[in-house]
């Protein structure tokens, strides 16, 4: 029997070359005469070790990594002469996947198939229990009708992932109460905040996952159609996406009569165009519609008049694809990890200067401290920590007296800070944060919708501001007018893009004002 | 406003012609052309227009919304620098510097043998293993500067030879 060698296909593990291993372990293992079979899944989201190689065994899958080209020819020489038991055989050797701590000590719900399956193969999905949750679906539907479901979703606790926090069964809710000839399923695969990579992860390591979770949102509000706006930064999640539709399609789980249920909903990618504020849904619903993406003031919300004036359900990647697990396994089950109203649990991005970046799946309540310290091993560059983001460019910069606070909605609001999409990227000392705030600035100058005025005209306000602030010119004046502009922003905005951009602008004033005035407070830079 | 060559027309006719009657088509419209041709060519404007029975000035308003589209025909190689925030922790900032004076080019420029255009971007999803350059469809992590230098030799060469094939067959 050939042996079976997993290498990843997502972005990261591309990026770091894995496209060049899997050709050199090809050759190799021709050359040496080693029947091997290549199986290019998604990553497992420990992106410090990637390339990850896995090898398969009696006692399961073997790691490696990360693997370069180089490291190739060991290795096969290696298989071929301790077959399964190489234990420690070769430097790069890291024991069984499932028990390298950094995976053991994670919960997974949503990424439970993350880097397990071929994303590719639909066989693979099924014998890892996919698509028990819209078979469950499917009955309640017959059992207690769409109403089933979305009892489901609603008793799971489940906040959306997007950022906002909106609880999803009450969006349902709106929704399935609507009538319409005609309702839209609509996936925010816009994914933009720096620092976040949990939406392509799951999209390249575990389409089926996302499909399924559409298929089933679409059953509970009579919606027959979806469609998933995908950023166009990520042409291998569209590669995988589209696929992992096409197949879906020809087994029967798109399209009419879903697995002989008399049940249709029809699915397609629609890809953006760069511009962050698409991310936003109403502003994504105007680019879909294949307009310039100005955002729309609420009310009416999109679950009334969405897409093309429908009633439509704006739910980003990971909300979606958490709807398989809660209807497999029921709401309860999902409600029973968190904390608070956090139910659940939140994929967490450890991103920035970090040793060991990548993703963590556990419910709400870990500290931002265990994050970055036990799971991330501080950082990359080894010197002290000074700053962490979490939440994307929208999102406070908490300093070392915040970081014991749980990862809790209502807990990180209490900081003025937010969880938002669950990004945390680590600075080191080096960081001047006096440019983290002009950047905030310069970011939403743009990346602004145009729309109102506040953000429009405030960002370039704000960008000129901080340069004066940095350059010394009437400090204290200059801070003030800052603090002014950030409430302007703050209330007179019509989207949480120039009513957010303060909450970095504000928590670099507040807790690292040193660095923003420092040759006048005569504070050099600690390092 | 320069005109289509044959093979332009051709690509933006048929692009329209496909997919006009999908709900909410211009932006697929936008991107199948700038796939083929690399960029929107200014005098595809009034065909999209008329084929989605809309005025110039709003598929105008639409391209000049969104970074991704381009109106200019850009180098061989389009290269996108990660500026958000992950990146700007691992140094970001200093490989931007570095990577525009290797090029000799700013940001939204092409260099002077065509070979590369430049576009800043922000988050490739690489944030974990920053910084992190996109070349055409590909994105490249822990970059640097010297990294940056051997990517490109090897893309020059690439190309250098792929011309040479094209000039044979014609
Ligand atoms: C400026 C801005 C950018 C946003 N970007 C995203 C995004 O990239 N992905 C996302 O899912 N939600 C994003 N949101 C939140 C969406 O507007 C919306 O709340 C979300 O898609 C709802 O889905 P959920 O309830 O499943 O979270 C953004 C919001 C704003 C104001
Ligand atoms: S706050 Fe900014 S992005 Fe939001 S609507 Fe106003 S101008 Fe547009
Ligand atoms: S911030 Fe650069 S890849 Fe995400």
Redesign the interface.
């Known amino acids: 029997m050939p042996v079976k060698i997993y290498i990843p296909c997502d972005t990261t593990a591309l990026a770091m070359g894995a496209d060049e291993v899997a050709k050199t372990v090809e050759f190799q293992s021709r050359e040496a005469g080693l029947s091997a079979d290549i199986i290019r899944n998604g990553s497992r989201g420990l992106f410090y070790l990637e390339p990850l190689v896995e090898v398969a065994t009696a006692r399961g899958r073997i790691a490696f990594g990360p693997v370069e080209p180089e490291d190739v020819p060991g290795l096969i020489e290696t298989l071929m002469e301790h077959g399964d038991v190489f234990e420690g055989k070769h430097p790069l050797y890291l024991g069984l996947t499932e028990e390298i701590p950094y995976l053991a000590r994670q919960q997974r719900l949503t990424f439970a198939r993350a880097g397990i399956i071929d994303p590719f193969s639909i066989a693979d999905y099924q014998a890892h229990d996919g698509f028990e949750g819209l078979k469950r679906a499917l009955a309640l539907i017959d059992s207690a009708g769409p109403q089933g479901i979305v009892d489901e979703v609603k008793n799971s606790g489940l906040r959306g992932r997007g950022g906002a926090a909106f609880p999803t069964g009450i969006k349902w809710q709106t929704v399935l109460d609507t009538p319409a000839e005609q309702k839209y399923i609509v996936c925010n695969a816009d994914e933009g905040d720096s620092g976040t990579f949990a939406d392509r992860l799951l999209m390249e390591a575990d389409p089926f996952t996302l499909i399924e979770g559409m298929i089933i949102a679409g059953l509970a509000v009579g919606a027959n159609q979806g469609y998933i706006y995908l950023r166009s930064e990520y042409p291998q999640a569209d590669k995988i996406l589209n696929q992992a539709i096409k197949t879906a399609y020809a087994q029967g789980y798109l399209g009419k009569n879903i697995q002989g249920s008399g049940q249709h909903f029809d699915l397609e990618v629609r890809l953006g165009a760069g511009a962050y504020i698409c991310g936003e849904e109403t502003s994504l619903l105007e680019s879909l519609e294949g307009k310039r993406g100005l955002v729309r003031a609420k009310p009416p919300l999109p679950a009334i008049e969405g897409l093309f004036g429908l009633p439509t359900i704006v739910n980003n990647v990971i909300s979606l694809a958490s709807v398989p697990v809660i209807l497999a396994k029921g709401g309860d089950y999902y409600r029973d990890y968190g904390m608070g109203r956090s139910r659940g649990t939140l994929p967490v991005q450890l991103a920035g200067n970090i040793k060991q970046g990548g993703l963590v799946e556990l419910a709400f309540g870990e500290t931002l401290h265990n994050l970055v310290f036990d799971f991330g091993g501080g950082t990359f560059s080894g010197k002290p920590a000074k700053a962490i983001q979490v939440g994307g460019p929208l999102g406070a910069y908490l300093p070392q007296a915040q970081w014991h606070t749980p990862l809790d909605y209502e807990a990180f609001a209490a900081n003025n800070a937010v969880l938002g999409h669950g990004g945390v990227v680590v600075f080191d000392t080096s960081v001047d944060m006096a440019k983290q705030a002009r950047f905030a600035m310069e970011f939403c100058k743009i990346e602004s919708c145009g729309k109102c005025t506040p953000c429009r005209i405030g960002s370039v306000r704000g960008v000129e501001v901080i340069d004066k602030i940095i350059s010394h010119d009437n400090q204290e004046q200059n801070l003030e007018l800052l603090n002014d502009l950030c409430d302007t922003m703050e209330l007179g905005s019509l989207c949480a893009m120039g009513g957010m951009t303060p909450y970095p602008v504000r928590s670099v004033i507040e807790h690292f004002s040193g660095d923003l005035l420092k040759t006048v407070t005569g504070n050099e830079q600690q390092e | 406003m320069t005109k289509l060559s044959e093979q332009q027309y051709q690509v933006v006719v048929k692009s329209v012609a496909d997919k006009k009657a999908l ?6 419209i ?2 199948d052309i700038q796939d083929q041709l690399g960029y929107i060519p200014k005098a595809a404007i009034d065909i999209i227009a008329a084929g ?1 029975k809309q005025t110039a000035a709003e598929i105008y ?2 391209i000049s ?5 381009r109106l200019d025909k850009p180098g061989n190689h389009l290269v996108e620098i990660c500026r ?7 140094g970001s900032e200093a490989l931007e510097q570095e990577i525009k004076s290797k090029l000799g080019i700013d940001y939204h420029q092409t260099s002077k043998d065509n070979n590369v255009s430049l576009e800043p ?10 910084p ?1 350059v ?1 070349v055409g ?6 970059m640097s500067g010297e990294k940056f230098s051997q990517l490109m030799d090897k893309l020059s060469t690439y190309v250098v030879e792929l011309g040479q094939g094209e000039n044979h067959a014609s």
Not at chain 2, 65 to 69: E, I, K, N, Q, V
Not at chain 2, 84 to 90: D, L, S, T
Not at chain 2, 137 to 142: P, Q, T
């Open positions: 709900p909410g088509a211009l932006l697929p936008l991107h989605l308003g639409v919304f969104y970074h991704h589209f958000a925030e992950a990146c700007q922790a691992m971007v922000y988050c490739l999803g690489n944030c974990a293993c920053g992190s996109k469809e590909r994105v490249y992590g822990r």
